[in-house]
């Protein structure tokens, strides 16, 4: 269990939020479709896709993640059905693990962490939040860099 980092913080401020029920490819619609009312409607994303899974089911064969993705965006905007716009995105007391390399293996961070929980006696209180530190460069075919955070109830410690 490397790089494993306790006590951080993560903080963001003017976000665009969708919380759904899909399948992997409405996820990938939806993304899409966000990145179109950005630009159409001239907001300027200002920090990195932050995305969180809360649960994952299957349902008449096919499988729904329920998911939250967080955009910071440079203002504050009107935003269609569906969106939800957050003021404030904090969580307070964060366990910590950078991952690079393809998403597809990601669950052995997540793994590390939360054995890193269970053995340290800490309660995680939110789900894992994951910070894709550089889409930018993913998409023009870098290895993708994932900042993973679990928030720790910090009257546990």
Do not use: W
């Not at 399948?23 to 899409?32: D, F, H, N, V």
């Not at 052995?108 to 053995?119: G, H, T």
Request: aromatic share 10%.
């Amino acid at each position: 269990m490397t790089g494993i980092e306790t006590g951080k913080e993560l903080k963001f401020e003017n976000l665009i939020s969708l919380r759904r029920k899909m399948t992997q490819q409405q996820l990938q619609e939806e993304l899409m479709k966000l990145g179109k009312f950005l630009k159409e409607n001239n907001i300027n994303k200002v920090g990195p896709l932050i995305s969180a899974t809360f649960s994952v089911e299957n349902v008449n064969g096919e499988q729904l993640i329920d998911s939250e993705f967080l955009v910071p965006v440079d203002k504050k905007v009107s935003l269609p059905n569906g969106y939800k716009f957050k003021e404030k995105f904090h969580l307070v007391n964060v366990v910590y693990k950078r991952y690079i390399g393809n998403p597809m293996y990601i669950q052995e961070a997540y793994n590390e962490l939360l054995q890193f929980i269970q053995q340290n006696g800490l309660q995680q209180i939110t789900a894992a939040y994951n910070v894709n530190v550089n889409e930018e460069e993913v998409a023009e075919g870098a290895e993708p860099i994932i900042d993973i955070y679990f928030e720790i109830n910090s009257s546990m410690l």
